[in-house]
């Protein structure tokens, strides 16, 4: 299992000096999810509130 914090995320993918909101990090992993649906990863990607998220083995 890997806990991936949002802002972890958000400075890898966006950088440290963009001028995007944490949010979009949401938009973007439901993007995601919806891909990831119905296949054997749709389940492993799951929230931790007020921290980010976690990716659970298969």
Same mark, same amino acid.
Request: a positive charge; zero cysteines; glycine letters at 6%.
């Given at each position: 299992? +890997?806990?991936?914090?949002?802002?972890?995320?958000?400075?890898?993918?966006? $950088?440290?000096?963009?001028? %995007?909101?944490? !949010? &979009?990090?949401?938009?973007? +992993?439901?993007?995601?999810?919806?891909?990831?649906?119905?296949?054997?990863? $749709?389940?492993?990607?799951? %929230?931790?509130? !007020? &921290?980010?998220?976690?990716?659970?083995?298969?």
């Amino acid at each position: 299992n +890997v806990i991936l914090p949002k802002t972890q995320i958000f400075d890898r993918i966006w $950088g440290f000096d963009s001028d %995007t909101t944490i !949010s &979009v990090v949401e938009v973007y +992993v439901s993007k995601v999810r919806k891909k990831l649906k119905g296949t054997a990863f $749709g389940e492993n990607l799951q %929230t931790l509130r !007020s &921290v980010g998220y976690i990716l659970k083995n298969v």
